[in-house]
């Protein structure tokens, strides 16, 4: 079984940085995926970042390129969330994300993802 534990979350103001980070454990497949996602309130789930962990791919939200960098850790089994010139419809709560079965492409959709952290909120202010 996976878990996987956000920390990094908090307040900002337009402009700033965050980096998230998410520790996994147990078993995640080497040729999965693993991603960051995140949810406004009245709003769906959607995916910002994802990378294979085997191939290194990495894919982003059209929102967020040139702006948010995901990266692994493979010693640390942490993915981290770098998030520079955030904007206040970066608010919201964030997730980490992992596939225990392995894939060709780090999908953006957050219905290929079987294990999820508890979130961790990023709130931006003007």
């Known amino acids: 079984q996976v878990r996987l534990v956000e920390s990094g979350g908090g307040s900002v103001q337009a402009g700033g940085s965050l980096r998230l980070s998410c520790v996994a454990s147990?078993?995640?497949?080497?040729?999965?995926?693993m991603g960051w996602f995140r949810q406004a309130p009245g709003l769906e789930r959607e995916g910002v970042a994802t990378?294979?962990?085997?191939?290194?791919?990495?894919r982003y939200a059209d929102s967020v390129k040139g702006r948010f960098t995901v990266s692994r850790d493979n010693a640390k089994n942490t993915l981290y969330l770098q998030m520079n010139m955030l904007k206040p419809e970066d608010t919201a709560m964030y997730y980490c994300?992992?596939?225990?079965?392995?894939?060709?492409?780090?999908?953006?959709?957050?219905?290929?993802?079987?294990?999820w952290g508890q979130g961790t909120q990023v709130t931006v202010s003007s």
């Open positions: 994300a992992a596939t225990n079965y392995e894939v060709l492409w780090p999908s953006l959709s957050p219905r290929d993802y079987n294990a």
């Open positions: 147990g078993y995640i497949a080497s040729g999965g995926s």
């Open positions: 990378l294979h962990i085997g191939g290194g791919t990495q």
